[in-house]
């Protein structure tokens, strides 16, 4: 599950970004999350911060269930986590 960056707005191709990405049957969008946050040496509530000071109203248990695949991320929040962990949105769906 691909989507391309929309270079004009920003937004992820195909998916308004009040909707939500599942992530029931295949929790790679989840991992791929908590990798990022490790590799950059960031706890879950430095991310949570830095969601929050972006506009993204997130507690840090309903982060670890993102994380975890048990809830999924909204377009934003993908779109906030992409700033915060200076990657590219194919990070979140890389295999």
């Known amino acids: 599950m691909k989507k391309a960056k929309d270079k004009k707005t920003g937004s992820i191709s195909g998916i308004r970004q009040t909707e939500r990405l599942n992530q029931r049957q295949n929790h790679l969008l989840g991992k791929n999350i908590k990798r990022l946050r490790v590799e950059r040496g960031l706890r ?52």
């Open 44 to 95: 879950n509530s430095d991310v949570v911060c830095q969601l929050q000071l972006r506009g993204i109203g997130i507690s840090s248990s309903t982060y670890c269930k993102v994380e975890s695949g048990k809830n999924n991320p909204t377009v934003d929040m993908i779109r906030a986590l992409a700033e915060i962990y200076q990657c590219e949105y194919e990070e979140f769906f890389r295999e």
